[in-house]
């Protein structure tokens, strides 16, 4: 625990030093259809065909996306790389809804369809390294004719790279960083003044449910609500470990386990951090539009960016590319960045990472990396990060400027301050997460907390039993 901390404290240093400098010098549409793009085609002519088989040819790669602001500026620059390489790349993007379940099938088929797709640690690395799905990069990255020393993988904030390999940190690396993001708060300027609500009085949450409470007020007959977060999502779990952060305070916990277990894998959702963190999830949802139960971060984003919603709560730093976009928001220039309030109990947050990664299956690993190699590079993240709002890279947050905003840049800040990494994986951790959103969805429709909460406990101890976690 104590070399883990110590590694917590120098990214956080690292990355305030970067984002101090910075102040001084100064998503898409919902997509459950699949895009398939090639190197030689724009993403405006891009088809509705899906890659079903894997090409063993030396000069394509297959490559399979979410639908994510990264992926929309790498489309952009992948005759680049063919120009560059001579390898074509056929692009699969899908929405969140059905990627997570596209990804598994693939990688657990002996032909994957694609040969480089992107990584969560949690959502599917820790699956795919138990069940021998994903390759291991090392070779990769040791290799200076595969990986030029220009790639500079030290220059990756280690707190994040760390988070790619398994069983731990200290496990080989299954993945390479390409964005960062931590869970935050977003809110509309213009309602708040228009209220008379200082935000900068706004400390605590119990400050912001008032303040929602005066918004949902003034607002609910013009189609605006108070507050938008995500519902029944598969990833929600995940965003939501930062509002039990929050609540959990200093006390420690075990990294992969997160806040849910003890060293002997009793389960803690009756903790009352946890139960205050599910709770005020659930009354979110709960103050949200017809249908927020069932909101994907998709729905969320074009709600905000529409102009439907006040606030959008605990969610992903990168958003801010999409609010800002004429293209794509209708509130530019309206939405204040805020770091997640006070709880009576604690103040906390957590990040999370997308990462790139290779099935262990695919007969193309060569050209694979090849690909990750150049889109994950010092000179590329330089292109992506004004679209992502979260490079990885030392090197891209110092030579940004001024390119993010000052208020943004500031809540990054204090966010960072206060955030862990917030990746909970282990055998049974799937099942679990499942009742989670079941447990948040239920509270947030009217039942009790307590009465849940305890169910969701018993269920959580009998999970881990099956999965010979505990006798």
Same mark, same amino acid.
């Given at each position: ?125 820790? #699956?795919? %390294?138990?069940?021998?799905? $994903? ?7 040791? @290799? &200076?004719? !595969? ?69 949902? #007020?003034? %607002?609910?007959?013009?189609? $605006? ?7 029944? @999502? &598969?990833? !929600? ?235």
């Amino acid at each position: 625990m104590k070399h883990a901390q110590l590694r917590k404290v120098l990214f956080i240093a690292m990355i305030l030093v970067t984002i101090a400098s910075m102040l001084a010098a100064c998503a898409p549409a919902k997509q459950t259809a699949e895009a398939t793009v090639t190197a030689d085609q724009s993403t405006a002519a891009a088809t509705t065909e899906e890659v079903t088989t894997n090409s063993s040819s030396d000069q394509v790669v297959n490559v399979l996306l979410d639908s994510h602001p990264w992926q929309q500026v790498i489309e952009k620059h992948i005759q680049e790389f063919t120009d560059q390489t001579g390898i074509k790349v056929n692009i699969t993007v899908l929405g969140e809804d059905v990627y997570w379940d596209r990804v598994s099938l693939g990688l657990s088929s002996d032909n994957p369809p694609f040969d480089v797709f992107m990584l969560s640690p949690n959502q599917t690395g820790f #699956t795919g %390294y138990q069940n021998n799905w $994903i390759a291991p990069l090392d070779d990769y990255l040791n @290799d &200076p004719n !595969m990986t030029p020393a220009s790639y500079d993988f030290s220059d990756i904030y280690p707190y994040i790279s760390a988070g790619f390999r398994f069983p731990d940190a200290d496990g080989k690396q299954y993945g390479i960083p390409l964005t960062m993001e931590t869970y935050m708060l977003f809110y509309r300027k213009d309602l708040f003044a228009e209220q008379n609500i200082d935000v900068s009085t706004l400390k605590t949450v119990d400050d912001w449910m008032a303040a929602l409470d005066k918004i949902q #007020t003034a %607002y609910k007959d013009q189609g $605006i609500s108070a507050a938008v977060i995500r519902g029944q @999502d &598969p990833t !929600m779990p995940d965003e939501l470990l930062a509002a039990v952060n929050d609540y959990w305070g200093d006390r420690p916990f075990l990294a992969q386990r997160m806040f849910y277990f003890d060293e002997n894998w009793t389960p803690q959702f009756t903790d009352p951090a946890v139960v205050n963190g599910f709770k005020l999830w659930a009354k979110l949802v709960s103050m949200g539009p017809v249908g927020s139960t069932s909101f994907t971060w998709n729905d969320c984003v074009r709600q905000f960016a529409d102009g439907k919603a006040a606030t959008y709560w605990f969610d992903a730093s990168v958003f801010a590319s999409i609010f800002e976009d004429p293209s794509q928001s209708s509130v530019v220039g309206k939405v204040g960045y805020a770091s997640v309030p006070t709880t009576a109990t604690g103040h906390g947050t957590t990040n999370w990472a997308w990462g790139l990664s290779i099935p262990e299956k695919s007969p193309n690993k060569d050209n694979a990396w090849k690909f990750i190699e150049w889109a994950t590079s010092p000179e590329i993240e330089k292109v992506t990060a004004p679209s992502t709002y979260g490079p990885v890279r030392a090197s891209t947050w110092a030579a940004m400027g001024d390119t993010f905003g000052t208020e943004f840049t500031t809540a990054v800040d204090e966010n960072l301050k206060i955030a862990v990494p917030g990746y909970m994986y282990f055998t049974g951790s799937g099942e679990i997460t499942d009742r989670i959103t079941d447990a948040v969805i239920r509270i947030s429709q009217g039942e009790d907390a307590d009465t849940v909460m305890k169910e969701l406990n018993d269920q959580a101890a009998e999970i881990v039993k099956q999965n010979g976690l505990t006798k």
